[in-house]
């Protein structure tokens, strides 16, 4: 047999022994991902926010607004942490591993949060307690607890980002472009956790109208938030809010004149076939190392603020991210946005 048979032949056995490893042992079955095709004109106006807690915040995910003006944010080394006025910072309380995500102020004045490999969390004085960890109505874990909101009934509705990948292989839960995210309820009385809405691709943000007659609850790989109805004829059922954003939807807040702020993530993954062809996604999760080669974050951050109606009535971005990249949360407070992000060592504060 001639070299250059054996060599065709080395090559489809190659071709065809990895074309079966990715069948057998890939851990997605991707479809495409729908693309926005909105547009919007930077300002880079969040390259001029002053930056609180400057080098002492690891990754200060969300922001809470307590009483005072006293921030909270959670960090990635484990800490609920308090920014006080004359911003210096103040560890509060020790949660433990990098996974607490969204907090938000429960009416007796703890905080609850949201731990994406510890459940539904009540902090305070007390210290921790774990309100919940799985569903109730059918047994399921939860495995990516990411945001939570109060109601005044003292009912939580918080989300489960990802039912299939938890905080670590988020990655994986974009390629395939599949809703495994649900909406969730605490109920307090009866300690009861049920499902709201699920099929939510990847359920992040979550808060309530003023009136609470309806939540929103944002899909990131969507590019849209749902509304939920609470209260009236159309209770139980859900709509679209706003769709089409021009990038990911995260931490969703109300602000004080009734709209809300919205943070968007845009991701490189969007771009080109990757975001688009199901073969190339399913070979890229299979590989290790071609995955941890993939840099999702843009190097960019942007918030907009979005009337009742669901118009878009105020962007704010670093186009760049020469300031701040990977915003996860804006919050209106006294004439001021506060951004939270993954990507640095501060919490922003925008002046409006």
Not at 14 to 19: D, F, H, N, V
Not at 226 to 235: F, I, T
């Amino acid at each position: 047999m001639s070299r250059g048979l054996l060599t065709v032949g080395f090559v489809l056995a190659s071709l065809l022994s990895a074309a079966l490893h990715v069948a057998l042992n890939s851990p997605i079955s991707p479809l495409p991902l729908s693309l926005p095709s909105s547009k919007f004109c930077s300002n880079n106006l969040l390259q001029g926010v002053i930056k609180l807690g400057e080098g002492k915040l690891v990754g200060p995910e969300d922001v809470l607004v307590g009483p005072d003006g006293v921030l909270f944010t959670a960090t990635r080394d484990g800490w609920i942490k308090r920014i006080q006025p004359d911003g210096s910072v103040e560890d509060w309380r020790f949660i433990g591993g990098p996974a607490v995500l969204g907090i938000t102020a429960s009416r007796d004045g703890d905080l609850l949060a949201c731990d994406a490999h510890k459940g539904l969390l009540k902090v305070g004085d007390g210290g921790v307690n774990v309100l919940a960890t799985r569903v109730d109505d059918d047994g399921s874990v939860i495995r990516f607890a990411d945001e939570a909101v109060e109601a005044s009934d003292g009912s939580v509705y918080f989300t489960d980002a990802s039912s299939k990948f938890g905080l670590s292989d988020w990655l994986l839960d974009v390629l395939e472009a599949k809703p495994h995210g649900r909406l969730l309820k605490y109920d307090p009385v009866t300690k009861h956790t049920s499902v709201v809405l699920s099929d939510l691709a990847f359920a992040n943000g979550v808060t309530l109208s003023p009136d609470e007659d309806f939540l929103i609850v944002c899909e990131t790989w969507r590019f849209q938030c749902l509304k939920y109805w609470l209260k009236g004829e159309r209770k139980g059922k859900s709509e679209i809010f706003v769709d089409n954003l021009p990038g990911g939807p995260d931490n969703i807040n109300l602000a004080p004149d009734g709209s809300y702020w919205i943070a968007l993530l845009s991701l490189h993954i969007m771009q080109g076939s990757l975001g688009n062809i199901p073969l190339i996604k399913r070979i890229v999760a299979t590989f290790p190392k071609l995955l941890k080669s993939i840099h999702p974050m843009k190097n960019g951050a942007m918030a907009v603020k979005v009337a009742e109606n669901g118009t878009i009535t105020r962007t704010v971005d670093d186009s760049n991210g020469s300031v701040m990249s990977f915003v996860t949360s804006a919050l209106e407070f006294e004439g001021h946005l506060y951004l939270g992000s993954l990507a640095t060592d501060f919490i922003g504060k925008l002046p409006l």
